[in-house]
């Protein structure tokens, strides 16, 4: 008998998903937490010149040259204008280090595949661009970023 209750916490344990979440113009967004590296304060960024608007620069993270996105040029929000330092989540793709700017970032959470759903038809299009479903959170919507599409349109865009 305890065998199973054992089976069946195991069983539940595996239909989480923990997710790092950010705040970015106020909306919240989750990345899934196998995807972050590092949450750090951007120190020195450099810009490049002609670059694309969304590519806020390079820095130094420990000896790695990251290369910055602003998310906010990303997901076509207005600048930040509060005065506050951003803060960047350090993520890898395909061999390469970037650090996506972010307003705030918040706790991990874990939360039940159960409430996964798609993205709802008036999720913002510049949003459901770059999502791979949402989350209820009491009351509040949790939008998942894909890290993937984030960057792979990003870097399309930044080629073009």
Do not use: W
């Given at each position: ?111 039940s595949e159960a409430t996964h759903e798609a993205n709802p038809a008036n999720l913002d299009p510049r949003w459901a661009r770059v ?30």
């Open positions: 008998m305890s065998g199973e209750g054992t089976t069946m916490t195991t069983a539940m344990s595996q239909d989480t998903t923990e997710f790092v979440t950010v705040l970015i113009g106020g909306q919240l967004f989750g990345l899934p937490i196998e995807r972050v590296h590092d949450v750090f304060m951007p120190d020195r960024l450099t810009r490049v010149p002609l670059a694309a608007p969304e590519l806020a620069g390079v820095l130094n993270l420990r000896g790695r040259i990251v290369t910055a996105i602003d998310m906010r040029v990303r997901l076509g929000l207005p600048a930040r204008d509060d005065g506050k330092t951003n803060m960047a989540v350090g993520i890898e793709h395909k061999g390469e280090s970037y650090g996506l700017l972010i307003d705030q970032v918040g706790e991990v959470l874990k939360v999502s791979a479903g949402v989350h209820r959170l009491d009351g509040q919507l949790m939008v998942i970023l894909d890290v993937d599409r984030v960057l792979d349109n990003g870097i399309d865009a930044l080629a073009a």
